[in-house]
């Protein structure tokens, strides 16, 4: 596949690029805990309520729950991508069904049952993976496929601007593998990077 006409973007732009991307991803965290407190959804919770439900991404093993359990529809749940672990894949496990008809963008080619995932090619061989949180439903298929065969970039992640924090949580309750648990509201994210230890994120 060759990159659009008149857009030709090289390996220096590409990590550039990737050096916003996952810099606008930590201000998103950050954006999303301070309209958690601040008025969000959850805004009826007291300061005094100091922790909140978030999973732990090496624990989870994407049966499905994420999706279906929340008392919300859609799901608090997202799938975040850690942009510094991703390997830009041209044949993504997380963007492509086992065995795809093509590595290309039709709708038959994608696993994520919601087309939540762009994929925009960068610089021969790579691609970049932009998850659309409008359309992500929580589901962990592409976390699934990206954790069988990939870097492990894909995880999912309670989002705090979303989150009612129900006193008791009806995922951490359904959850098979115990990944829920209390964070502090000052680091309510459980990122993922390089190193693929789950750390909390930065205030
Ligand atoms: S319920 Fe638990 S194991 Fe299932 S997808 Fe959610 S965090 Fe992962
Ligand atoms: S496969 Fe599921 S978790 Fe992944 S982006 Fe699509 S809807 Fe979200
Ligand atoms: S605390 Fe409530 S709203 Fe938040 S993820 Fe759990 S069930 Fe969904």
């Not at 994407?62 to 799938?79: D, E, F, I, N, Y």
């Amino acid at each position: 596949m060759s990159a659009p006409s008149g857009r030709q973007p090289t390996r220096r732009g590409a990590l550039g690029m990737i050096v916003r991307i996952a810099g606008a991803v930590g201000l998103g965290a950050a954006v999303a805990s301070i309209g958690r407190w601040a008025g969000g959804p959850a805004a009826a919770s007291t300061t005094a309520q100091r922790e909140v439900w978030q999973l732990d991404p090496h624990k989870c093993i994407q049966c499905g729950r994420c999706a279906t359990a929340c008392v919300l529809t859609p799901s608090a749940v997202k799938c975040v991508h850690a942009y510094a672990m991703c390997g830009y894949c041209e044949l993504c496990t997380g963007y492509f069904p086992p065995d795809p008809y093509d590595l290309t963008t039709a709708a038959e080619n994608q696993l994520c049952p919601t087309g939540a995932i762009q994929r925009s090619y960068i610089e021969d061989p790579y691609y970049e993976y932009i998850i659309d949180e409008k359309l992500c439903i929580g589901c962990g298929k592409c976390v699934k496929g990206c954790a069988a065969f990939g870097n492990g970039s894909l995880f999912m992640q309670v989002r705090h601007d979303l989150c009612l924090n129900c006193n008791q949580c009806a995922i951490a309750a359904a959850c098979p593998a115990g990944a829920y648990r209390r964070v502090s509201a000052a680091h309510p994210y459980l990122l993922k990077d390089r190193s693929e230890n789950a750390k909390e994120s930065p205030q």
